[in-house]
């Protein structure tokens, strides 16, 4: 088979759909890997690392769609990706339709073969697609939260882990999963007084053993604004599978923050749960509302391009081997991937908007 793999154009995205050790994988098994020029630079992967290992350079952006069956990228197709996807196409990428509905219109026009990195499900329920980018998300998350309480980012002006005489910050996280438990496990990490909620009492017991800094709650609603109000960082890490986000974090929560205070909403991919949400870029990340500093980029990953590409190639080359041979539809979580096919909406989760 014909792979493609285009240079990301979404706004401060350095993330590549395979690295060179990854796409070497794909040729040593017979099949033909092109790689748009300048794909990896920005992960630190120059077009003769992909050369040296037997993929082939496309001059352009037209020309590695034109050239590929198989399109292997990172985030959701931005306009210059729709005006070259084609019927035959077998996209696979991270797509996050629920919140998209003009994303989804163009892809069933256009009516394709679409799998989504964060929908391939394994019969354990466990999502490993989409574990890599959450873990680093949720890493980053607190490493960007922690930035922006600084005074000069317009932040409190506190120290999250604190020092002696002064108190540590205090870390709200909403949502157990693998962001939120990364999130939990840096700030633990760092110092600060964490309370972390989730419906899964495995997960809080999982997140109670982090450390004694770490209080882990059931989602009751009353606590959980009473914790937000009280916090000096938020972070909003739900995840219903294939779905719009729940609004968890109210815009009555928010006002009940002090300002200065700040919010990321790691959900934000998936709509955000947290109903103050906007959608933002790297370009412009932040917004203030009602006092309350928002962090809510849509490719958060995309700031650590290498560390994130490694993970991500790592995670997804099982499966891009399946859909290369043709095997793929043997593959119950690949099926379990597919968000639209031949014109139509596949996934159940997107059949409810």
């Not at 960007?144 to 870390?171: C, D, E, M, S, Y």
């Not at 109000?229 to 729940?246: F, M, N, R, Y």
Request: hydrophobic share 45%; glycine share 10%; proline share 5%.
């Amino acid at each position: 088979m014909r792979i493609g793999i285009p240079r990301e154009l979404k706004p401060k995205e350095g993330r590549v759909g395979l690295i060179p050790a990854a796409a070497a994988e794909l040729v040593r098994r017979g099949h033909e890997v092109w790689v748009e020029q300048q794909a990896g630079s920005q992960s630190g992967y120059t077009d003769q690392l992909f050369e040296a290992v037997g993929c082939r350079i496309a001059a352009s952006h037209e020309e590695v769609f034109e050239r590929g069956e198989l399109i292997i990228k990172v985030k959701e197709p931005v306009r210059e990706d729709l005006a070259h996807l084609r019927k035959h196409h077998l996209l696979f990428c991270y797509l996050h339709l629920a919140p998209l509905p003009e994303l989804t219109d163009a892809l069933l026009k256009i009516g394709l073969t679409a799998v989504a990195f964060e929908t391939v499900e394994e019969p354990s329920r466990r999502l490993p697609l989409l574990a890599p980018m959450s873990d680093i998300a949720g890493r980053l998350s607190i490493q960007i939260g922690t930035h922006l309480l600084h005074q000069p980012q317009g932040g409190k002006g506190i120290l999250l882990g604190g020092v002696t005489a002064a108190r540590r910050g205090r870390v709200t996280v909403v949502g157990a999963g693998v962001a939120g438990g990364s999130a939990v496990e840096v700030a633990a990490a760092l110092g600060a007084q964490v309370t972390v909620f989730d419906l899964d009492l495995d997960k809080l017991e999982r997140m109670r053993l982090i450390g004694p800094n770490v209080t882990a709650l059931y989602a009751h609603a009353d606590d959980v604004a009473r914790s937000v109000s009280q916090a000096d960082l938020v972070i909003g890490a739900v995840l219903v599978t294939g779905e719009k986000a729940p609004h968890v974090i109210t815009r009555e929560m928010v006002r009940s923050m002090q300002p200065g205070s700040v919010i990321v909403d790691i959900s934000v991919d998936q709509g955000g749960c947290v109903e103050s949400t906007i959608p933002t870029t790297y370009e412009q990340p932040t917004y203030v509302w009602e006092g309350v500093t928002h962090f809510t980029v849509t490719n958060m990953p995309g700031a650590v391009p290498r560390t994130s590409s490694q993970a991500l190639s790592a995670a997804i080359m099982p499966y891009a081997l399946r859909l290369a041979d043709g095997s793929w539809r043997q593959s119950d979580a690949l099926l379990k991937g597919i968000n639209v096919e031949a014109g139509r909406i596949v996934h159940p989760a997107l059949m409810k908007h």
